[in-house]
């Protein structure tokens, strides 16, 4: 394996405003343009970090703490395990619009350590025995980020706090770790096993799910999650599936054709479901069930379900709070 070991380049920018001399000064016209604040005439500051450039042969190791880049695509096929890995904290990634295309078997990117940041780019690994992106690491940040393979991304460990923001998962992200940020992302494909799942404290607003594969297309295994302002597409299987106790899910949208599952399944108690429309698409049927619990203790009102049977609660106990609707 190669170290990264490039020459770091520093790129600082100074920008100085001169007056005119009082010659000059004297002939401009009184109705000419204003002179620029004062703010503007200051020296620009330097970028805050230097840029190491990625362009070493496969495999790839960080392992010194900074700020990278690529500067080209990249496309490797042989079977690395890993093609690059980040070992070490406080490392920014930037693809700078560039992707990573792996298609060999392994990890394209391995994350393990903490503080990391990935955007601006693609990952690409297309083999059925490969995954995209692998982040073991606390505190990582992607955005603006693409990544795509036959097989999940894995964000998880016993680390926490992944913010994933305005990027696009097509192969779906299992095992999002606590304390973790989903916002304004795209998750979907087509092949089974593309579920996002969540654990605790997890706040989940803004994104689409287009996940046309059987199965859930979210699965709240933990406590204290916010599910909010989502968009699912039509599936063939329920779009929310709520494992775990005291999660709120709150306005969201799901569009339905003739789904024969519930579009929002509760397995657990304490959660509250609030404001959520099932909504068939255009000229398509509604979905069976709407919201279905199987155990006690939930609250749920205001709800729009486009469905036969807008609330199942079966033989179990909850708190009806009115406004469902049923259409």
Known sequence: MKTVRKTVWLVCVFAAAMGASSQL????????????????????????????????????????????????????????????????????????GYSFFN?????????????????????DSPDDQATPLNVQGSGVLIENMSVFGQNASYFGGDNSRLVMRDSGIA???????????????????AAPGCQVTIADDTRVTDNVFNV????????????????????????DDTSILLNGRHNLVRDNTIQVDGLTEAAIQVNDGANVLEANIVLPVPGGDRATVGIQFTADGNSFGNNRLGALVPVDVGSTTQTNWGGNVGF
Do not use: H
């Open 25 to 96: 000064s004297a002939q401009a016209p009184k109705t000419g343009p204003r002179p620029p604040p004062e703010s503007s005439k200051r020296p620009l500051p330097p970028p805050p970090e230097a840029a190491r450039v990625l362009n070493l042969s496969m495999p790839i190791v960080i392992d010194e703490p900074g700020y990278y880049r690529l500067d080209r695509d990249w496309e490797v096929e042989n079977d690395f395990g890993i093609y690059l890995e980040i070992r070490a904290d406080g490392v920014t990634l930037d693809f700078r």
């Open 103 to 123: 298609r060999g078997e392994g990890i394209a990117v391995a994350v393990l350590g903490n503080s990391v940041t990935l955007r601006n780019g693609r990952i």
């Open 171 to 189: 192969s779906g992200a299992n095992g999002v770790p606590p304390g973790s940020i989903l916002e304004r992302n795209g998750f979907g494909c």
């Open 212 to 235: 046309a594969a059987s199965g859930p297309a979210l699965i709240v295994q933990g406590a204290g999650n916010l599910v909010e302002r989502n968009v699912f597409s039509p599936s």
